[in-house]
């Protein structure tokens, strides 16, 4: 069964840093590429960022370019999410997702499946 | 303010047909293919359609999806009480390089 279990979420004060892990379990987990999702309270999913099975390529949305990292230890079967300079707005729960593949082809898409349970963020002074 | 559009909510009695519909652009669902994900109250979101309209194992079939042009739509046949849900659409953008997601319909069985 494929799982995915993330941790990290917590209390930070504007300006902060903070580390999201997400744990891997149940697939061959340096094939597929992994995104991050938030949803903050009450409002719809964005998604935050992506990384290649081999972590390659990696891409970000503009609301968090140049201050999240996204990065992966492909020894270790889990996916990380830096997060820098963190504002009032990051405060979200943040979901890890997995991605696809067919036919040996394992690209970048809008499908992703599962999701973990996800970790809350809140930026609060 | 989401780059694909979605009613805000939609409301049918059991037994009914639902659709949701889903609006973008060329260079998302114009472009590439649309997934729809369920999302119950205090869970992670679920899964539901794939490449358009193809249901993963364990979907029921009275979860359907079609999509022309720029925009998308989910059928839901047969409603029933549980699935009262947040349904979101998404799609990947080309111009943006990352998957955009409709804002969600809250889906209310009367």
């Known amino acids: 069964e494929v799982q995915l279990l993330e941790s990290g979420g917590g209390l930070v004060q504007p300006g902060g840093s903070l580390r999201l892990s997400c744990a891997a379990s149940?697939?061959?987990?340096?094939?597929?590429?992994m995104s991050w999702v938030r949803q903050a309270p009450g409002k719809g999913l964005e998604w935050v960022s992506g990384?290649?099975?081999?972590?390659?390529?990696?891409y970000y949305a503009d609301s968090v370019k140049g201050r999240f990292t996204i990065s992966r230890d492909n020894s270790k079967n889990t996916l990380y999410l830096q997060m820098n300079s963190l504002r009032a707005e990051d405060t979200a729960v943040y979901f890890c997702?997995?991605?696809?593949?067919?036919?040996?082809?394992?690209?970048?898409?809008?499908?992703?499946?599962?999701w973990g349970q996800g970790t809350l963020v809140i930026v609060s002074s | 303010q989401s780059v694909l559009t979605q009613p805000p909510s939609a409301s049918g009695t059991p037994g009914q047909r639902v659709t949701i519909s889903c609006s973008g652009g060329?260079?998302?669902?114009?472009?590439?293919?649309v997934t729809w994900y369920q999302q119950l109250p205090g869970t992670a979101p679920k899964f539901l359609i794939y490449?358009?309209?193809q249901r993963p194992s364990g979907v029921p079939d009275r979860f359907s999806g079609s999509k022309s042009g720029t925009s998308a739509s989910l059928a839901i046949s047969g409603l029933q009480s549980e699935d009262e849900a947040d349904y979101y659409c998404?799609?990947?953008?080309?111009?943006?390089?990352?998957?955009?997601f409709g804002g969600g319909t809250k889906l209310t069985v009367l």
């Open positions: 997702a997995k991605g696809y593949c067919s036919g040996g082809s394992c690209p970048f898409s809008s499908r992703l499946d599962p």
């Open positions: 149940g697939f061959t987990y340096s094939s597929y590429a």
């Open positions: 990384i290649s099975g081999t972590a390659g390529r990696t």
């Open positions: 060329r260079s998302n669902i114009g472009s590439n293919t």
């Open positions: 490449s358009n309209s």
């Open positions: 998404a799609a990947w953008d080309d111009s943006l390089n990352g998957p955009v």
